[in-house]
């Protein structure tokens, strides 16, 4: 079972994101034959708290809840009495008392979620739903999953991730996902600024200076966001060069022809088109980038099935 909470993929094991995707697969075709896809979640009360903006994450996790029979509480902090001086853990542990025992979080500082599975313990089970520049555990398995419909074979993947390494917690669970997964050839891309400094979270990886001497023979291209919001939080002030980051790291149709015209390019969304990526190549034959969105929802399903029966997945 995944255990209580799902706070990072460090607590996965490789049979269990197998059958996560196993179980993903069943809840896309039952959906696919407008069957409800199970009341697995009915009688449950799933709150989602979204501390930080979310557009795709906050959306995915609504519809696969409510495909699944949950009843769905909604808190944005701008309309929460934190913005009285509660404190999150009394927010939650009134949630809870509620009889809400199904919360989805996402919040700016890194580790609080995980804090506050410490202080629910068992009376409820938590998801991050993004903590800082920490962990993004549900997006990392969307993304595998989506990998597993769109390439031959994960253990011979050959992928290239590209941009802002430090802030992305997309890249900090993808990567270790993959490694998990038996990926044997990631290779990363980034400015020397927007590297991790700690080497423990780029094992598994190689990293190369120049995205041009990466590119050749690689099945996907994963690109990340600049997570400007975080320049100058705890992981440390960048002084950033924007009009350089462009001219060396921006995903261009001309670096098509060294990685091969069947590459996939992923990109966690929001896209900032023309910095990170040109916007030709958004919505190209390579762009997987919408994929990856529809494919959130039947992981989202299997993850939270998976929470509310641990055993489907023993
Ligand atoms: N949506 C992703 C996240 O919440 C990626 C991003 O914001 O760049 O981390």
């Given at each position: 079972m995944i255990g209580q909470h799902l706070l990072s993929v460090d607590q996965l094991t490789k049979q269990q994101v197998v059958t996560l995707m196993d179980n993903a697969d069943t809840m896309r075709e039952l959906d696919h034959k407008h069957?409800?896809?199970?009341?697995?979640?009915?009688h449950t009360n799933l709150g989602l708290l979204f501390f930080e903006h979310s557009t795709r994450t906050r959306i995915s996790f609504e519809i696969a809840a409510r495909r699944l029979g949950a009843n769905v509480i909604l808190l944005q902090e701008a309309m929460s009495s934190t913005q009285k001086g509660e404190s999150l853990t009394d927010t939650v542990c009134n949630l809870v008392a509620m009889g809400i025992n199904l919360l989805v979080i996402r919040h700016m500082q890194q580790g609080i979620v995980q804090q506050l599975a410490e202080q629910v313990g068992r009376k409820a089970c938590i998801v991050n739903a993004g903590d800082g520049a920490g962990e993004h555990p549900t997006q990392a398995l969307q993304d595998i999953y989506t990998l597993s419909h769109c390439v031959n074979s994960l253990q011979s993947l050959r992928i290239l991730i590209l941009g802002d390494?430090?802030?992305s917690r997309v890249a900090h669970s993808l990567i270790k996902l993959l490694v998990l997964m038996g990926v044997t050839d990631i290779r990363i891309v980034a400015p020397k600024n927007l590297?991790?400094?700690?080497?423990k979270q780029l094992k598994g990886t190689v990293v190369h200076d120049r995205l041009t001497e990466a590119l050749?023979?690689?099945?996907v291209i994963y690109i990340l966001r600049l997570q400007q919001e975080r320049f100058s939080d705890q992981v440390g002030t960048v002084i950033f060069d924007q009009s350089s980051y462009i001219k060396n790291y921006r995903l261009n149709p001309s670096h098509l022809s060294l990685a091969g015209n069947q590459v996939h390019i992923m990109h966690p969304g929001p896209v900032n088109q023309g910095v990170e990526?040109?916007?030709?190549?958004?919505?190209?034959?390579?762009?997987i980038i919408l994929k990856q969105v529809s494919l959130g929802i039947p992981m989202r399903m299997a993850i939270l099935t998976a929470l509310s029966s641990p055993n489907m997945i023993a």
């Open positions: 069957i409800i896809a199970s009341s697995g979640l009915a390494i430090l802030h590297l991790l400094s700690d080497e050749p023979g690689v099945d990526i040109s916007h030709q190549l958004v919505d190209s034959d390579q762009s």
